[in-house]
Nanobody, 117 residues
Framework: EVQLVESGGGLVQPGGSLRLSCAASGFILRNYAMTWVRQTPGKGLEWVSTIYDGAGSTSYADSVKGRFSISRDNAKNTLYLQMNSVKPEDAAVYYC??????????RGQGTQVTVSS
């Protein structure tokens, strides 16, 4: 059974940093593209970043490019999203998704990121 458990969300000041984690079980994470998406109240799910299987090439939404970094730890079967220079508009519930850009399921329960001074 595929399980994805996000963690690491919380309160961060504008300009601050946060690292989100997504612990995967039921499959070998490195063999699949993995994606982060986010959702704000009243909005749909927004694609944030994808890391592809194999060599692990990455892609980012323009809104986070240069500030966020997606990575994975194969030994821990865990996906990460390093968020730097966080902006108020980054506040959202962040989900990890098993699959490439455009996939929305399966995903975890999400972790809330709040940006406030």
């Amino acid at each position: 059974e595929v399980q994805l458990v996000e963690s690491g969300g919380g309160l961060v000041q504008p300009g601050g940093s946060l690292r989100l984690s997504c612990a995967a079980s039921g499959f070998i994470l490195r063999n699949y593209a993995m994606t982060w998406v986010r959702q704000t109240p009243g909005k749909g799910l927004e694609w944030v970043s994808t890391i592809y299987d194999g060599a692990g090439s990455t892609s980012y939404a323009d809104s986070v490019k240069g500030r966020f970094s997606i990575s994975r730890d194969n030994a821990k079967n865990t996906l990460y999203l390093q968020m730097n220079s966080v902006k108020p508009e980054d506040a959202a519930v962040y989900y990890c998704v098993k699959g490439p850009k455009g996939f929305l399921w399966p995903r975890g329960q999400g972790t809330q990121v709040t940006v406030s001074s």
